[in-house]
């Protein structure tokens, strides 16, 4: 199936119906606490696993889109040019929506995460754009029909319309619609994601390739859907429970079994620099001092620490430059 065959199932009839004057919305950035990682379908962006993630609060993007005579996308007050990737990926995925005779787009996104910094900013912008656009529409969309159509756009995306804990079920069905995240019941107002920036340049190989080449060479990837089974029995049984070092022990090993399965891959994709291991080692030894932190990593150099409010302090004079986000 196409990803505009997806949009057309989904919108059935709505597809028909005019854009207003202005849509507007807002998403969070998320982080996988157990990692997606490997397509079973590369156009629909279907996951071999599911998995699991913590969405950032406030940290995300802010969306705009007004009819216009052209297309049009400022990015943190920046006007983007049109051949610039990022403008090309984002109306190629409006284009999925929109009647090709009818008017062009100004699209305003603001982020407040740094961009193209393994921070999950393409989440937040693709969910941010779909109910945006649900918005301008008058769609009316039900959460998991928004959850499929970000999907489309980023597989992470699919987690960013939802505050919280989310999972995103990996689902069965060819066409994807069983393919959806749901949010995951209750608060845990203590709990703590801490961002260790550690380089905010984009990264050389983009999540799409790094699955793709990943999937196809490595020969650790075939121990991949059991390593997620077991981490995602004991992630959302530990966040049941309030239980940081269950949670954060199992998120630690996805993150690593992950990064293990890029490394074994033909050419090796390794996205540490060597200031991630000195971080490693950092949250390792404030580890063995009886600190409750634990670390998470996605396609980048830079860390993130999982920890609860009573260890903040301590956290904060472990990372001076620490910059902490409270999800609830
Ligand atoms: O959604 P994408 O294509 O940006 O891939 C996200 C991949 C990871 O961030 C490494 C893991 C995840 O589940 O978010």
Known sequence: MKRSDAVIFILGERRNQLPGERGAAYAPANIALCKYWGKRDAELNLPVTSSLSISLGALGAHTDICPAENDEFIL??????????????????????????????????KSTIPVGAGLASSASGFAACVLALDDLYGWGLQPHECSILARLGS????????????????????????????????TWSDFCVGMVVLSDTPKKVGSREGMIRTVTTSTLYDAWPAQVEKDMQEIEEGIQKKDVAQVGIAAERNALAMHATMMAATPPLLYWKPATVEVL????????????????????????????????????????????????
């Open 76 to 109: 943190n007050e920046k006007e983007m040019s049109a051949d610039h990737p990022a403008t090309v990926r984002l109306f190629d995925f409006i284009d999925l929506f929109r009647d090709p005779d009818g008017p062009r787009f100004k699209v305003v996104s």
């Open 155 to 186: 597989g992470s995306a699919s987690r960013s319309v939802y505050s919280g804990f989310v999972k995103w079920n990996a689902g069965e069905q060819p066409d994807g619609m069983d393919s959806y995240a749901e949010p995951l019941p209750g």
């Open 281 to 328: 080692h950092r949250v390792w030894a404030l580890r063995r001092d009886g600190v409750n932190v634990y670390l998470t990593m996605d396609a980048g150099p830079n860390v993130k620490l999982l920890f609860l409010k009573d260890e903040e302090d301590l956290i904060r004079s472990g990372f001076p430059q620490i910059k902490i986000v409270h999800p609830f």
